[in-house]
């Protein structure tokens, strides 16, 4: 699972593409999500970059994707 913002650029240009295509072909379970205007570390409250609400939708998206590749329910 990936989640980057569009404003990160702490990874060099082609990197994350070239890792979703890695993972998709060795069969691993992946999805991809980018957050508009999100900086690296948009997730950590204690930053100046965090964003609260695409916080959130990540962190809800991560918990659905391990339920639903672990077979937790709840």
């Known amino acids: 699972m990936i989640h980057q913002g569009t404003a990160d650029r702490s990874l060099p240009e082609g990197q994350t ?10 069969d691993i379970p992946t ?3 980018l957050y508009e205007g999100a900086d690296h570390g948009f997730l950590a409250y204690t930053r100046p970059t965090y964003k609260p609400e695409a916080a959130k939708l ?8 391990l339920r639903k ?3 937790v329910r709840r």
């Open 17 to 26: 593409a070239a890792l979703i295509k890695n993972l998709k072909a060795h």
């Open 31 to 33: 999805e991809a999500y």
């Open 58 to 65: 990540s962190w809800d998206r991560t918990i659905a994707f």
């Open 69 to 71: 590749n672990l077979g």
